[in-house]
């Protein structure tokens, strides 16, 4: 058989590449030690494994006065003692750790053979009872262990430490962080922090459904792959649809597809779901991310505004016992009611400038002096880069910056008494945007315009042609009742209820540079 041929791996039969002294020490032993398993007769890959209790459920149970109750509980070895006759290990899995005390002479013969072929990271079951050492510890006296998984690679386990209050600190031998994202099934198994963020990513993503199903909104499924792209101005993912020939992309919002619900009488709708923008990485963006959109008939952006303050309450409560929060080293005070600013006025605030009649060379002059190219924008573009570079790293606790000029807002409603404002608000925490939210637009007539507007934007600066949504605008031309609408970040959100700077570490396979292994 050839060495190209896809069984063999470094040009090695798969069982001679484990055993080849090409590779580490530890990976050598273990193959080994799965070889000895098999000689005496043992699966070294269970089927399964029924527990009675998790590991922190055992733990509590003899606290609770079962210290004669029988348990079976499972998990990872994270910690190994082999002092001749007997044997003490920590198993750890989600809930936590417990020790496990093993007695030569209180198990088969077979199962302490077992138990002495293991190593750390080895997924092991075992029987017995509970019981407390002379050191304090809540212990697990086996008398029956089964080998569930043989680990072929050791983790990077480093030492962990358990503080008074019971939380443990993990000193890991995991040091490259790089790798860690790469790895992330490495990173949760050696880190439980990185666990909680992602358990209280599920708690907060949970609460922010509850919210939305009690204030009596449906939550639908829109396409992810869609024939035109539209809702937000973002440069999209494409792909080709074989049987179809036709060209489709990853969404980049799926505004325009909840809408259309509206108008079918839905009153209340809202997804929580991936997007999709190729674009750049950086420390609050990644190519595919999660967004929380819904849309309320009859309502508008002042609706939307408590809405808001609502939302973040309802998952900062379901993961935190404070307003205040720690993110990117800055204080950060939740409570409500928010500040509210307009647009201008901000600017005004933080520049001394008056947008609204300065000229567009007066909007260049208050750009920072590293700003890329300024007498290549437009009013629209200067106006965004003054207020991200000049007002938002000041909006440290949660602002509500309302009244955004109309064409930075090509999907919201003009403002009631002033037509050259739209009736958007966005919210700034710590510097970040973190939700985004309207008075829709439902004239079909002016959408048609402002998405004629896009387009030519798109062909000015070369950008690949965005065909207009007919289809949208139809809908629109059924009737779109007035209805506010609000876009929220989860990640970020996510980021600032766990005290995370960087968006990759709350998301578990972040989108990576190509790495050659």
């Avoid at 807002?409 to 404002?421: F, H, Q, T, V, Y």
Wanted: charged letters at 30%.
């Amino acid at each position: 058989m050839s060495t190209s041929d896809p069984g063999y791996r470094d040009g090695l039969p798969i069982r001679d590449w484990y055993a080849s002294e090409e590779r580490p020490k530890p990976i050598r032993d273990r193959y080994a030690k799965l070889e000895a398993l098999r000689d005496l007769g043992v699966e070294p890959y269970a089927y399964s494994y029924s527990t009675s209790h998790s590991l922190a459920d055992a733990h509590d149970a003899y606290e609770e006065g079962a210290d004669a109750e029988r348990i079976r509980v499972a998990g990872r070895i994270l910690s190994l003692r082999d002092m001749g006759k007997s044997a003490f290990a920590h198993l750890g899995d989600r809930s936590g750790r417990l020790q496990i005390y093993c007695k030569r002479d209180g198990m088969e013969e077979r199962e302490w053979q077992i138990l002495e072929l293991l190593d750390l990271g080895d997924w092991v079951g075992v029987e017995g009872s509970l019981f407390r050492t002379r050191t304090g510890e809540i212990t697990v006296h086996v008398d029956s262990l089964t080998l569930l998984s043989k680990t072929l690679r050791p983790l990077p386990l480093g030492k962990t430490e358990v503080l008074e209050d019971g939380s443990e600190v993990v000193h890991s031998g995991f040091a490259d962080v790089e790798m860690r994202y790469r790895q992330r099934y490495a990173d949760l198994a050696v880190h439980p922090a990185v666990r909680d963020t992602f358990a209280a990513r599920a708690k907060i993503v949970g609460a922010l459904r509850r919210f939305l199903d009690e204030q009596g909104y449906l939550e639908v499924e829109t396409p992810i792959l869609q024939p035109l792209y539209g809702g937000a101005f973002a440069r999209p993912f494409t792909t080709h649809h074989n049987t179809l020939d036709r060209t489709m992309y990853l969404r980049i919002a799926d505004e325009l597809y909840l809408k259309r619900l509206i108008v079918g009488n839905l009153d209340r709708v809202y997804e929580i779901g991936k997007v999709f923008r190729n674009e750049g990485l950086d420390r609050t963006h990644n190519p595919e991310f999660s967004m929380l959109e819904l849309y309320r008939a009859y309502a508008d952006y002042e609706d939307m505004m408590a809405t808001a303050e609502e939302l973040v309450s309802a998952a900062a409560a379901a993961v935190l016992d404070r307003t205040v929060v720690e993110w990117n080293h800055q204080t950060v005070d939740l409570s409500t009611p928010w500040k509210r600013i307009s647009f201008h006025d901000a600017i005004r605030e933080f520049t001394d400038l008056d947008a609204r009649v300065a000229s567009l060379d007066d909007l260049r002059k208050a750009l920072p002096e590293d700003a890329d190219r300024p007498e290549e924008l437009d009013r629209s573009e200067l106006l965004d880069g003054l207020f991200s570079s000049r007002v938002e790293p000041n909006l440290v606790n949660p602002t509500i910056v309302f009244d955004y000029p109309i064409e930075m807002s090509p999907l919201a409603k003009p403002k009631r008494g002033d037509p050259e404002l739209a009736e958007r608000f966005e919210v700034i925490v710590g510097g970040t945007e973190l939700i985004n939210a309207f008075s829709e637009l439902n004239d079909p007539i002016d959408q048609w315009d402002r998405f004629a507007a896009q387009a030519r934007a798109r062909e000015d600066e070369k950008l690949e042609p965005q065909s207009i949504d007919v289809d949208y605008v139809r809908a629109l031309e059924y009737g779109l009742p007035p209805t506010g609408g609000l876009g929220l970040g989860v990640d970020r959100l996510v980021m600032l209820l766990t005290g995370q700077s960087a968006i990759r570490d709350v998301l578990l396979y972040p989108v990576l540079r190509q790495y050659d292994e």
